[in-house]
């Protein structure tokens, strides 16, 4: 059964997702890479998502192909 860890301590997993954005079931910031977080201040623990951005899904299916080919349209 999976863990759901990946293997990587919070320095390494800083330095490879700079940009991540962590939030709880209930849509509330945990924490931001530090890039992102220097682009938008606004990411800060225990803010709803909601407040600070909207999550959209791609306009096509999870398949890579078809995700190149909307890219280059």
Same mark, same amino acid.
């Given at each position: 059964?999976? /863990? ?29 890479g530090?890039?992102? /977080?220097?682009? /938008? ?15 959209e ?15 280059q /349209?």
């Amino acid at each position: 059964m999976p /863990s759901g860890r990946i293997g990587l301590s919070p320095a390494q997993f800083e330095a490879v997702f700079p940009f991540h954005v962590a939030f709880d079931a209930e849509g509330r910031l945990v924490g931001a890479g530090h890039a992102l /977080s220097r682009i /938008s201040p606004a990411l800060t623990p225990g803010r709803p998502l909601a407040e600070v951005m909207t999550i959209e899904r791609p306009h096509v299916g999870f398949d890579l192909e078809a995700l190149e080919g909307a890219a280059q /349209s």
